[in-house]
């Protein structure tokens, strides 16, 4: 630290040590980063007090020079040299510090001298505030290579506060401060491998199990002739339907990322904004809703079916066949509309909450509305309204960029994560949360109806098969099967559900952050009733199956 009260270099020996003294005022224009007045140091005891990761140019130099950031940090400055400060060839004096160091100074016109400056590896020197203050000023990045207060992004080399690294918002405009090995809060698809292979495998074992399930009950459902079976048999071909559905859906993000590869961490806006994106998402859902509800009513039905055994036989009426019908569309309608409402223009400023603009260097990432209006705001000074809806956002945007227009492309409801699920991993604050909740709350009272309903089934077969006794073998084996065949239903119903229920839960409630595990719950635990259902409900069929085209035993 060498500081000069004096002109001239001739007597400066004699004043070493005297007019040396500390003192740092704060620079009349606002400092670059700063969102709020750093605190004024006065004394030591403001030491190890201040997040140095949160201060920049020549307050940030003061701090860490002083020792007084709470985690240790390395000082910025070097030693001066006798070629340093190449860009002052007029004002560049020679002199030496307090320890007998040669050093530069830089004669003022009131002939007094100053050593606010920082050497840079390429000879030039930049005064402290333009030290760790976010922007190249040296033109060799020198004088922010050694700060702990930015981020380098990999790709635009353009700097960032630390503290927007890996906070979950996109601050740079190559995303390499969310895209990175240290963040783990990436939208990608397939974080690991053992879930891609998942994805391939479940989805190819559900698509062929339920087409040949659906061809084998279609076949029957002619044949049949009583309410019970035509009722069953019926709601078996919508689950298995739904099944399909949830089977086709992994084979396509599963195809997606081996053929378009726009589930990486960098193109991800690439791959949520796209209408297959949306397509998948709507489709996986109408597939898990349709499984879901039809399999609650077929419980319903079995063990309405159990309590009315005398009826079996009854031959089904017109107007069982219209209820029928009726049920089924019902069951379809829902579960479309469920899926459909967050894609409706209609309902954009509920459902939409960011906007990507591909390449465009002021809004970076896929800002959501808050940013957008801030962006707006700066740029037509006259706007006085803190919040508007897409539609008006829109033609002001496009108004900004006259000569070279600007499209955004909408992050939906499916565009929340890589997989374009449904988005039951609402953080609590999420307006969203209210029909992520309300649609939650339908499926948990389902899987309670399915297991209440199938464990009374489970407890009459088995009370049957006590009465019957040992002399009807026949009896005693179908009923150890249905309860074989019941107990593995409710066990996969309860395994793919309630941990998924209870992670949504506790998500939105904002007990837990559960989101990173939504490729899990939804590549390999959800979709495993997809290929367990028809194994299950069409056990004989699929041997005689196999038999036929095995000849196996």
């Known amino acids: 630290r060498n500081f000069h009260c004096m002109s001239g270099l001739g007597k400066l020996q004699d004043f070493l040590g005297k007019c040396h003294k500390e003192h740092y005022h704060r620079r009349p224009f606002k400092t670059l980063g700063l969102s709020a007045e750093p605190p004024i140091l006065t004394s030591k005891e403001y030491a190890k007090t201040v997040n140095c990761e949160e201060v920049f140019g020549e307050l940030y130099v003061t701090l860490a020079c002083h020792s007084y950031c709470k985690k240790e940090v390395s000082c910025p400055l070097t030693r001066l040299n006798y070629s340093s400060c190449s860009n002052y060839p007029h004002s560049r004096v ?322 929340s994560n890589g997989f374009c699920l449904f988005n039951y991993f609402s953080p609590p604050r999420d307006p969203q949360i209210w029909y992520s909740g309300s649609i939650l709350c339908g499926n948990m009272f389902c899987v309670g109806v399915i297991t209440g309903c199938y464990s009374y089934v489970n407890t009459v077969t088995t009370h049957s098969s006590a009465l019957v006794g040992a002399h009807n073998k026949h009896v005693i084996k179908t009923n150890r099967r249905i309860q074989r065949n019941i107990s593995i239903l409710i066990t996969t119903d309860l395994i793919s559900w309630v941990p998924f229920i209870a992670a949504c839960l506790v998500n939105m409630t904002g007990i837990m952050e559960t989101s990173k595990w939504y490729s899990i719950f939804s590549v390999i635990i959800l979709p495993c009733n997809s290929f367990i259902n028809p194994i299950v409900i069409f056990d004989k069929k699929l041997k005689m199956i196999a038999k036929r085209f095995c000849n196996v035993e």
């Open 94 to 415: 020679l002199t030496i510090t307090d320890d007998y160091k040669l050093t530069v100074v830089i004669a003022e016109k009131d002939k007094t001298f100053r050593q606010n400056l920082f050497g840079c590896t390429n000879g030039k020197c930049v005064e402290y505030g333009k030290v760790c203050d976010l922007n190249d000023d040296c033109g060799d990045a020198s004088d922010e290579s050694s700060c702990s207060n930015n981020f380098k992004c990999t790709e635009s080399g353009e700097y960032i506060p630390k503290s927007m690294k890996c906070n979950g918002n996109f601050d740079s405009f190559d995303l390499t401060d969310e895209c990175n090995t240290d963040c783990d809060n990436q939208i990608k698809m397939f974080k690991h491998k053992a879930v891609y292979v998942a994805a391939w495998d479940l989805g190819s074992l559900s698509v062929i199990l339920n087409i040949a399930v659906i061809s084998q009950g279609l076949k029957e459902l002619w044949n049949l002739k009583t309410r019970i079976a035509i009722a069953n048999k019926s709601f078996v071909i919508f689950i298995s339907l739904g099944d399909l559905l949830q089977g086709i859906f992994l084979l396509t993000i599963a195809i997606t990322d081996e053929l378009v590869n726009k589930s990486t961490c960098i193109t991800q806006f690439d791959w949520t904004t796209e209408d297959i994106c949306s397509t998948i998402g709507i489709m996986s859902t109408i597939g898990s809703l349709m499984s879901l509800y039809s399999m609650t009513c077929l419980s319903i039905i079995r063990a309405r079916g159990l309590k009315n055994m005398r009826t079996h036989k009854d031959s089904i009426t017109q107007k069982e066949i219209m209820l029928l019908l009726i049920t089924l569309t019902g069951i379809l309608l829902i579960s479309s509309t469920v899926a459909v409402i967050p894609v409706l223009p209609q309902f954009e400023d509920f459902f939409v909450t960011k906007f990507y603009y591909r390449n465009n260097k002021l809004f970076v990432g896929a800002p959501d509305s808050a940013a957008h209006m801030r962006i707006l705001k700066d740029y037509f000074e006259g706007l006085r309204v803190e919040q508007m809806s897409w539609k008006q956002i829109r033609p002001l945007v496009s108004e900004m960029f006259v000569n070279s227009p600007v499209v955004g492309k909408p992050v939906g409801f499916y565009g």
